[in-house]
């Protein structure tokens, strides 16, 4: 099966996915643009199609309520989208990130795109950090991503990665409604207006890593970890009668017993803060998936990212 990430650029360590195109640090745009396959642009199409009783041939006929979205270097079809469909360039994932890496101190780490096209996204560290006890340290980063196939709104927002085992985890900004901005694509990307809104503070940063070193003097006993852990695994879908994956939560609680990345750390053994990064490390390495690209899909984008949302909730529950 193909790689869902057509291309992806890279600087420091290998991604945990182990994919993509190492760079050196303080590279250009231009040269990301290239080296993460995002050197193209989105075209528009009208949807055209044809009717057998149109003679030998068909008769060709369009559907002027929708258009078809195409990449300019190979032709191929991304989507047929409506067409009050906003179309966000490739070009301006990257260009979000100027004024962030010229003169915020920003840098980017990873940005490619997935499936083709029609996803693509990028990830910027934001230099700031924070260091838990046993040197258990988590970067903050700002992902931006979006998608031409109707699949998700662009979106940015914060996200952790503990450096230990490269977990990533969306950041819940105290006082806010969600950690992400998202933008829907019948609206017009403003990036501007979406850094704003984000809030790109030290502030926000610093009430997160809070809440984790709580989560990592909040002592868990046996009993209360196999009931988080049920939580976490337990889907009920608003019918009241949950479903819970057993192989999973078997696999999360081997994990935060001594399995994982990190698990004997004074920040996480036997500790709430222990429960989350089980869970999020089965997320990002260990969930059964087709390819590594469709766990990093999945992990950021899909179900494995609102699992992981669900885990940091159920945690924070124990020290609320």
């Not at 869970?279 to 766990?295: C, G, L, N, S, W």
């Amino acid at each position: 099966m193909a790689h869902l990430i057509e291309q992806m650029a890279y600087v420091g360590q290998t991604p945990w996915h182990g994919l993509g195109n190492e760079l050196t640090s303080n590279q250009p745009l231009e040269v990301w643009a290239k080296q993460a396959g995002l050197d193209w642009t989105i075209k528009e199409s009208p949807v055209r199609f044809v009717a057998n009783s149109g003679g030998p041939l068909g008769e060709i006929l369009s559907y002027p309520d929708s258009k078809v979205l195409y990449r300019s270097d190979t032709k191929a079809p991304l989507s047929v989208v409506g067409n009050r469909f906003k179309v966000v360039q490739p070009e301006e994932i990257l260009e979000f990130y100027r004024d962030l890496t010229e003169v915020s101190g920003f840098e980017l780490e990873t940005a490619g795109v997935l499936k083709g096209g029609r996803k693509m996204w990028a990830l910027a560290r934001t230099g700031q950090s924070g260091m838990l006890k046993g040197n258990d340290q988590t970067n903050a980063y700002v992902l931006l991503a979006t998608a031409c196939d109707g699949t998700m709104a662009t979106t940015a927002q914060f996200t952790s990665i503990r450096v230990v085992c490269n977990n990533t985890l969306a950041v819940a900004l105290k006082g806010s409604t969600a950690n992400a901005v998202k933008v829907k694509h019948n609206t017009a990307f403003d990036a501007d207006l979406v850094k704003k809104q984000l809030g790109i503070s030290v502030s926000g940063w610093d009430q997160f890593m809070y809440g984790l070193k709580t989560l990592s003097e909040r002592k868990v006993k046996t009993a209360e970890a196999r009931n988080y852990f049920l939580k976490v695994f337990t889907d009920d879908s608003g019918s009241g009668v949950g479903k819970t994956n057993e192989r999973s939560m078997a696999k999360a609680l081997s994990l935060y017993e001594g399995e994982g990345m990190g698990a004997t750390l004074a920040s996480s053994e036997g500790t709430a803060y222990g429960l989350l990064n089980a869970v999020t490390e089965f997320i990002d390495h260990q969930r059964r998936a087709k390819t590594v690209d469709h766990r990093l899909d999945s992990a950021w984008f899909g179900t494995g990212a609102a699992l992981k949302n669900r885990a940091l909730e159920q945690a924070m529950s124990l020290v609320a």
